[in-house]
């Protein structure tokens, strides 16, 4: 236990924390952890058996970090040349076991995740990703580099995200699944590569989005996905004839700034 008159922390005996490490009020630090020098871990927050912290790398109050994850280390990319960059972690965040967060690529970038997320075993998330708040992703789902994981999203298990891809708000992506183009807010995909199968109409309703909003969703999910429309016209057609809302102006947004095009109805293909 380290105490002073500001920080009383529970550290076990065993683990290995560099004396540049800002430790917060009631943390607990957990046999052989090793913690950098440029880290920072607020107050609350557990850190199990055998995780290690590295790089210039911040984790918000009251999260778990299971045995075994790795945070912070240097990015898996050819381009890294030892500049210095960022993990942020957002309160109440768990990482499971053996997961890994890394740092990103380029003098003063980041990659981060937001709060109340669920990061199972076996996750990764690689450099420069940017990871909403509320998101989960299932055992070995892995994020490639500079993908965005909007708020509320669920990525299934053993799923493979390329990079620069972007998963929209309260999106739902099926176990196994390959994304290789974006994800359309407040839909389903599945599928090796993926496609659309529908609305995420539980999702919606558990993130208390109100009724009128998800009936406003369902007439621009049509016109997208039922009308045999090009994305322009899609675009042009849900801005005439279906009313605004928050939720609506959202979808928009993300549609016109697709840049990888987006994953295709089922429809599309028969």
Not at 89 to 100: M, S
Request: glycine share 10%.
């Amino acid at each position: 236990m380290i105490s002073n008159n500001k920080v009383v922390a529970y550290i076990h005996d065993t683990a290995v924390i560099h004396p540049g490490a800002r430790i917060g009020k009631n943390v607990q630090i957990g046999p052989y952890a090793v913690i950098g020098e440029n880290v920072i871990i607020d107050e609350g927050t557990k850190i199990g058996p055998h995780v290690v912290i590295t790089g210039w790398t911040s984790i918000g109050k009251d999260c778990v970090i299971f045995q075994g994850a790795s945070i912070g280390e240097e990015p898996q990319d050819l381009k890294f040349a030892g500049e210095k960059s960022y993990v942020f972690i957002g309160d109440r965040t768990k990482i499971r076991e053996c997961a890994t967060v890394h740092r990103a690529t380029g003098e003063g970038e980041e990659t981060r995740i937001g709060t109340d997320c669920l990061m199972m075993a076996y996750t990764h998330v690689a450099h420069n990703c940017i990871v909403g708040n509320n998101v989960i992703m299932s055992n070995a789902a892995t994020l490639a580099g500079h993908v965005v994981v909007e708020d509320r999203a669920v990525i299934g298990g053993l799923t493979g995200v390329h990079q620069f891809v972007k998963i929209g708000r309260n999106a739902m992506v099926g176990g196994a699944s390959k994304i290789v183009q974006d994800v359309v807010p407040y839909t389903i995909v599945d599928g090796h590569p993926a496609k659309v199968a529908g609305l995420n109409s539980v999702g919606m309703a558990r993130a208390g989005i109100a009724l009128d909003s998800r009936r406003n969703i369902k007439k621009a999910y049509k016109l997208l996905y039922r009308s045999s429309l090009s994305l322009t016209q899609a675009i042009s057609m849900i801005e005439q004839e279906v009313d605004s809302c928050s939720e609506v102006e959202h979808f928009l947004r993300f549609l016109r700034n697709a840049e990888r095009g987006i994953c295709r109805s089922r429809r599309d293909i028969e």
